[in-house]
DNA sequence: TTGTAGGCGTTATCAA
DNA sequence: TTGATAACGCCTACAA
């Protein structure tokens, strides 16, 4: 056991072991050309034999760069935070960056913000929905918002930018395809956030587009299979009244899986009698009874684009020299829509044939 | 805009717009006795002018206490780590420290562990199954591991401790309970991780207790899902050939989930023909249909109580004045067990009418 | 009640 | 090729 009194080892008790100067430890410790191999072997030696570990804080403290970013959000037990957050993780590790997260009630983004940034993070991603106006007047490093709304973030100035998905466009996909399996009209789930809004948009746009009536929709009243389930037994009471409901497009899979509970509660059979369409962002939905039909994006993926937006801004600004702009770390580039995917499964079909009592519409033959 | 050339303002620019020394800034922010109220509010107003926050890094170089607690993985994809890093995050949040999460390739741990004690966490969080010897070796501050085995961790010294979950009891609860109602055995899908292993330790123990005959369990070659579909359609091949399988124990809810399908892929009714039950670390089995029956606790609070041990080490070491040990930041105090939930679903029931044809056993009552 | 001096552990600069 | 010295931004101790 090395004499250096039980303390953490520092950078002066390697260099007094390996007889040079703690200049040279660093040296060493940073790859810096021009140090004789042989001494090199002498620190690296007393690296090992101290256990010796630079301390990021000082090392910051000159560099200015503390090797971290921040994860902000006020949703931090959504799931499709957390999946984000996990795609976060695998870039930044890749990267050799160290995360920082922090979640905050929506009323507390300011102080926990304050907090994280105190920290001195490179850059930070935000997973805020309904309050990236805030970000801006936080002061912080370059910011990439995840799944924020393009328009809104773009006033922001340039220190804020965003990775989405093309919500509206989804759903839009998905209607159609529900209408083209030959049901009249889709039935909707609208969720509570600003995504869940988009797509509800997109659903209501397929329908006008295609000239189909557009139902009233049913808003969950709590997010999750909970208020899924709600809304599910809401439309089963709809559709025992009378009202031809043959397709459903929840807000999202978490929605849409209670929904299918309360369809079989209600004794109706999907896809048979009902059709049931999610947004992809369950990654079990292929497994459900009756497996999933759902369209998406993976948030993961989401999360690792708007680190690469983070890094790309941090390589331009290395090659322009960082002094163009004011010193506030990491700028973020371009902001690009994650293209998503269609998976059809067996929650979804072609309509009941019909029977159905309304007169109105004349049974025209569809497509 | 204040003169003060565009870079991050620092205490020394609050100080000057105050009037004061940066010493007495200093005093303000840390809320020290003895500040005259109107040379406060001047400060104060510096602070809000300058946008002014404190560095933690230079803080943390005198303080010799970062403010942070690392979150270390080998496993940053499995869902239960995702939540109990949510509860350690809720945890901290409240405590006024922030999370350091870095997720590693098991072969990485070394390096990744390098790169985040080199943040001088004050303590960590560490979900690392099967590695947890490596730990000791790491030579950081206290780390609570979570859901380890207590027995192999109680060697690694006083440094790492675990909190802890009871698999074992769980799963014998639950294998009791199906035996309970009136099944002669119970079939069981074994996972991968440790705590799975503990769990077909608790379901062995509990069919031996009962003198009920110990079926070969299936093995899942895939965690998830997936798996548990696999495992399922070989078990539904298992009772078409003339096996008794009417109820069984999946090694956690992802696994039973598959199960759930490939029986229903199989034609066999649940809990009509056979029986299903998991392990309740999946937020939704209770939307499943049928609905999951499930045993265990939820990570977001094994999380928690990981940070309180924590934290509850730290304020002890206060206490005593943090002299009597090396200084490694945190300490860690006790390891308890998390309690666990029996939540009984319609996925089990009892079996169906003895119409079996194996004549090995007489139909005796049970209870 | 406030200010001055010194040091935390590292990297950058310049001299040898 | 190596070493001395000066920051980096903050806090503690002591002096005024």
Redesign the interface.
């Known amino acids: 056991m090395p004499a250096n009194g039980?303390?953490?080892p520092v950078m002066a008790d390697v260099a007094r072991i390996a007889e040079v100067s703690h200049q040279t430890v660093s040296r060493v410790l940073n790859a810096h050309p021009g140090v004789r191999p042989e001494t090199e072997a002498r620190v690296r030696a007393a690296v090992a034999e101290l256990?010796y570990?630079?301390?990021?804080?000082?090392r910051?403290?000159v560099t200015r760069r503390?090797?971290?970013v921040g994860v902000l959000t006020t949703a931090?037990?959504h799931p499709d935070t957390?999946?984000a957050?996990?795609g976060v993780?695998?870039a930044l590790?890749a990267a050799?960056r160290?995360?920082?997260?922090?979640?905050?009630a929506p009323g507390d983004l300011y102080t926990?913000a304050?907090?994280?940034?105190?920290?001195?993070p490179e850059g930070c991603v935000a997973m805020v929905p309904g309050q990236e106006a805030e970000l801006a007047a936080l002061?912080g490093p370059a910011t990439v918002v995840v799944d924020g709304d393009p328009a809104r973030t773009a006033s922001l100035g340039p220190a804020v930018m965003t990775v989405g998905i093309d919500h509206r466009g989804a759903a839009d996909t998905l209607t159609r395809h529900l209408l083209d399996l030959g049901h009249r009209t889709v039935h909707h789930v609208a969720g509570g956030t600003p995504s869940h809004a988009a797509r509800s948009e997109g659903w209501r746009r397929a329908l006008r587009a295609a000239g189909a009536p557009v139902p009233e929709p049913e808003a969950v009243t709590e997010p999750?299979?909970?208020g899924?389930?709600a809304a599910g037994l809401a439309l089963a009471h709809r559709r025992a009244a009378g009202e031809e409901v043959t397709a459903v497009l929840a807000a999202d899979d978490?929605i849409a899986?209670?929904l299918?509970?309360a369809l079989?509660e209600s004794g109706l059979c999907v896809p048979g009698q009902v059709s049931v369409a999610g947004f992809g962002e369950r990654?079990?939905s292929?497994?459900?009874?009756p497996?999933l039909t759902t369209v998406g994006a993976d948030p993961a993926e989401l999360g690792g684009a708007a680190v690469r937006l983070l890094l790309a801004g941090a390589r331009e600004q290395a090659e322009n020299g960082s002094a163009t702009t004011?010193?506030r770390g990491l700028r973020a580039g371009a902001a690009p829509l994650l293209p998503t995917r269609l998976l059809v499964r067996q929650s979804t079909g072609p309509p009941p044939v019909r029977r159905l009592r309304q007169a109105e519409r004349p049974p025209t033959s569809r497509v």
């Open positions: 039980g303390r953490i256990g570990r630079r301390n990021f804080s000082a910051a403290l503390s090797g971290l931090p037990d957390v999946r957050l996990v993780e695998r590790r050799g160290t995360l920082l997260f922090a979640g905050a926990v304050e907090r994280l940034l105190g920290h001195a002061n999750g299979p909970g899924g389930r978490h899986l209670g299918l509970q079989a990654p079990d292929a497994h459900l009874c497996a004011e010193d």
